[in-house]
């Protein structure tokens, strides 16, 4: 099994930025892809990036050019950096994990607010 805690959501003004982290119980290595996702009220969960044990790294449309994922081996922990952010982008941000033969792991989420 894999827990998983996210942090760094905040109010924040339109073309702010906030970085998320999401702290694993386990080596990240471990973990075959490390997902964010987000949902807004009233709307589906979306996928928003992702990285693999590899390193590889992909996002949706809306968040390329502004957000980017990362990760710190030694801490276990990936983040999303959300630069110029918009109102849109308010939502519950999920860390999620893939694990191959195991299953799929999410965290409990944090609360993203951006005010025009």
């Known amino acids: 099994q894999v827990q998983l805690v996210e942090s760094g959501g905040d109010l924040v003004q339109a073309g702010g930025s906030l970085r998320l982290s999401c702290a694993a119980s386990?080596?990240?290595?471990?973990?075959?892809?490390m997902e964010w996702y987000r949902q807004a009220p009233g709307r589906q969960r979306e996928l928003v990036a992702a990285?693999?044990?590899?390193?590889?790294?992909g996002y949706v449309d809306s968040a390329k050019g502004r957000f980017t994922i990362s990760r710190d081996i030694t801490k276990n922990t990936v983040y999303l950096q959300m630069n110029s952010l918009k109102p849109e982008d308010t939502a519950v941000y999920y860390c999620?994990?893939?694990?191959?033969?195991?299953?799929?792991?999410w965290g409990r989420g944090t609360q993203v607010t951006v005010s025009s």
């Open positions: 999620k994990a893939n694990v191959d033969r195991t299953g799929s792991y």
């Open positions: 386990r080596s990240i290595f471990s973990i075959n892809v």
């Open positions: 990285i693999t044990s590899a390193g590889e790294i």
